[in-house]
Structures are given as structure tokens and as C-alpha cells.
């Protein structure tokens, strides 16, 4: 069960270069986020999906774009770095809040990818 | 707007101890609570949650009951061992039919033998 995939693990880029994240889920949900983890300071919302074709703001979206051509993937980019981008940066998936019985509205994360910007 | 406000760690104990990581938190409405858990190298899981007020959230030893009067969230665990070093988040979403959470900064946990 591959559950949330996320490529890369590591990256390390200089000021000003763009770059893709990758992120894809094989659980067939219909929610799907980005989400960057800084010491201190938790994990803060950048960017999420409710959707193929959807997609909205959360609290930290400048920067980033993001785009759903399919309820598999949820690409983030970084269209030009900086240094303040450095961060950890995770992916998450979960059904709609009471689609199944059995939904307990869990979110599921990837393992992360590991950005720095020199 | 909504927020989550976590205890400061990092938080050491030695095995077999008690645990209690502090959580309030501030919404509109009866936001769903959750606690997540973090291991080295790895994304974080869920580790229990609670939907409405005095609920309590239950997962491998470790509980939390949600107190809409106090506004918080608690978690305890009334033994811990080293397998339980990880980081700690407390969460909120706002029902708004997805799982757009909102998470405290975390709390660092060293259980030591």
C-alpha cells in the first residue's frame, strides 16, 4: 500500500531557481493539501485541494502554485526560490468529513521532502 | 480565527513516567480535535481525535478528552517508554467537510530507559 508518495526527499536549490514537488495518492481521495513545517511554528497550510480541477489558498500560499489535473496528483511549485522557502514540506490526503461510514476524517501525510535554498 | 496553542517542549521523562502535553485551543463553532504524532524521518499519523464536546479520544495508552468549557484538549498517557519519543501535534479542523487542519507549533518528547 503505497498510501502518499512524495519526490523528492531531498533538495537543495539556489535563490531565484523553480522547482516541482511531487505528490500522489493511490487511495482515491478527494482532499489533498500542502503543508510546510517549521520549527517553532507547526505545520502551516499552503495551498489544498477539494477536488480534480480545484484548488484554493491557505494561510501561506505566496510563493507556490499548485494545480489537480487528477485525484492522484497535487504538484507544488516554487516558481522562483528563496531562502525563506527552506523548509520542510509535506502532502496530505483524506476523504470528505463523512463520505463513508467508516471515515474517520484522518489525514494522511507522505514522509516529506526536505527543501533548502541556498 | 482559529488557533491552536501547544505546551513548549521539548518535554524529557523517564520511562514508565506520566504524560500530559497541554492543548487549548480557540475556534467558532465545535471544531473536530486531534492528536498527531510525528516519528524521526516520518510524516505524522494520527494518533486519536474527539468530535464533540466530552468526547474522549483513545490510542495505544494514550487519551484526551475534549473540554469545550476550558477549550482544551489534553493529552496523557499514564506510562510511557522510549518507543514513545516523537513529536506532538494537536489539531483542529472547522468542519467545513474537509480536513483542512489547523496545528499547534508541537511538542518534542524524550522518554529516556
Known amino acids: 500500500n503505497a498510501g502518499v508518495t512524495q519526490t523528492p526527499k531531498f533538495q537543495v536549490l539556489k535563490t531565484g531557481q523553480s522547482m516541482t514537488l511531487q505528490c500522489a495518492q493511490d487511495m482515491n481521495h478527494e482532499y489533498m493539501s500542502w503543508y510546510r513545517q517549521d520549527p517553532g511554528m507547526g505545520l502551516r497550510l499552503i495551498h489544498y485541494s477539494v477536488g480534480a480541477g480545484i484548488t484554493d489558498q491557505g494561510e501561506v500560499p505566496n510563493g507556490y502554485n499548485v494545480s489537480r489535473s487528477t485525484t492522484e496528483d497535487f504538484p507544488l511549485r516554487l516558481l522562483s526560490a528563496a531562502p525563506s522557502q527552506t523548509s520542510v514540506y509535506f502532502c496530505a490526503s483524506s476523504l470528505r468529513q463523512g463520505s463513508l461510514p467508516t471515515n474517520t476524517g484522518e489525514l494522511f501525510f507522505g514522509e516529506g521532502s526536505r527543501l533548502t535554498v541556498l | 480565527g482559529n488557533s491552536v496553542t501547544q505546551m513548549e517542549g521539548p518535554v524529557t521523562l523517564s520511562e514508565e513516567a506520566f504524560l500530559t502535553i497541554n492543548c487549548t485551543y480557540t475556534a467558532t463553532g465545535y471544531p473536530s480535535l486531534f492528536w498527531y504524532v510525528q516519528y524521526p524521518g516520518e510524516g505524522l499519523q494520527l494518533l486519536l481525535k474527539a468530535t464533540k464536546a466530552d468526547d474522549k479520544g483513545s490510542n495505544k495508552g494514550f487519551e484526551a478528552t475534549y473540554r469545550k468549557e476550558t477549550t482544551s484538549f489534553h493529552l496523557e498517557k499514564g506510562s510511557v517508554q522510549v518507543s514513545d519519543s516523537a513529536v506532538y501535534f494537536c489539531?483542529?479542523?472547522?468542519?467545513?467537510?474537509?480536513?483542512?487542519?489547523?496545528f499547534g507549533a508541537g511538542t518534542r518528547l524524550a522518554v529516556h530507559p
Open positions: 489539531a483542529l479542523s472547522d468542519r467545513s467537510g474537509y480536513n483542512k487542519l489547523i
